[in-house]
């Protein structure tokens, strides 16, 4: 075997171990969490649908996100809301509970939502005809959108609407719509340290 043998089967060698090397990397995936914990706080405006009543409130809950699926998260979400600022009709707060669909665009994170939970409406002077209305409980239905943004990789923030459906006997069609903007922070519990996300 003469020099230019070698050379040609060095390169050869080098080659094939490249390509060998380059393909095995390619079919391992990328290591995930299989469940991930995130919580979120956040202020909230809401438009209480009850004679043009606002509330100010602060929102809090988390996210018990499964394993992605084509970069599709789907997760079950808990939050609250309670009025800090219960403006001069009524106020308003809840607690819910549902599903959450999110596509991972880099950054950032488009999802809806579809809540289902517990609300109260506290009434302040609020009288109708010979009626003066004090409280009421009633389940809240509430569909959602929102977009997360990461700043790292354990914090984001967010940007949230919900569209609810409350009844109540102080409405003369029986129900109303609060709509609430949402905007907060998230932080994800990183319970893997070795576990990173490429963005």
Do not use: C
Request: net charge neutral; no cysteine.
């Amino acid at each position: 075997m003469n020099f230019r043998q070698l050379q040609v089967g060095l390169a050869l060698f080098t080659t094939i171990s490249s390509v060998l090397n380059l393909a095995q990397a390619q079919s391992v995936p990328t290591a995930t969490q299989q469940l991930q914990l995130f919580a979120f706080v956040a202020g909230t405006g809401t438009f209480t649908d009850l004679n043009g009543g606002r509330n100010r409130d602060i929102t809090a809950g988390a996210d018990l996100t499964f394993l992605t699926f084509l970069l599709i998260k789907p997760s079950l979400e808990v939050r609250g809301i309670y009025p800090i600022d219960k403006g001069q009709i009524t106020s308003q707060k809840n607690f819910l509970v549902g599903p959450k669909v999110e596509y991972s665009l880099g950054r950032l994170h488009p999802y809806v939502d579809l809540f289902l939970g517990r609300g109260k409406i506290v009434y302040n002077n609020f009288i109708v005809g010979e009626v003066q209305y004090l409280s009421s409980s009633t389940l809240v239905f509430s569909p959602g959108i929102g977009v997360d943004y990461d700043l790292t990789h354990q914090v984001a923030v967010k940007s949230d609407f919900q569209d609810q459906h409350w009844d109540t006997p102080a409405s003369i069609s029986g129900s109303i719509s609060p709509r609430t903007l949402t905007l907060g922070a998230v932080y994800a519990f990183d319970f893997n340290r070795s576990h990173r996300y490429s963005w």
